[in-house]
């Protein structure tokens, strides 16, 4: 999710023209909405990941569904350019990350049955 979030970022910084000129030019307007997108999703993936919250990973696929219709109208209208391409590498992030909130392993963290024995143990 973390990378996702990455290439949002990277993609408001290429659309910025774009982003100023259907706020009509009010740059605060544009910065306050990207960045309260940024602390309510990050603040999500922080509950979902360090909280164990299943109503948080219930509230990020919800997000995500509804996201999916602009995610496609935003490919639609930028086609193959890289601000496109960047769109369907977001949004295909975003599916594996939600996912693998549905494997076995994933399932038992939920629960706190789980117990981290991996090498760095």
Known sequence: MLG??????FNSWLRWPELLAVSQG?????LATQLFTLILLSALY??????????????AITLFVLGVP???????????????LIFLGQTIASLIAL???FSRSARLWFKGDWEYSGVFD
Do not use: D, E
């Not at 996702?4 to 970022?9: E, K, P, Y």
């Not at 009010?26 to 544009?30: C, H, Q």
């Open 4 to 9: 996702s979030l990455a290439l949002g970022i």
């Open 26 to 30: 009010r740059v605060g307007l544009v």
């Open 46 to 59: 922080l509950w979902i990941s360090r909280g164990r919250s299943v109503v948080g990973k219930w509230i």
């Open 70 to 84: 602009f995610s496609i109208l935003a490919h639609f209208q930028t086609g193959m350019s890289p601000i496109g």
């Open 99 to 101: 996912g693998l909130l």
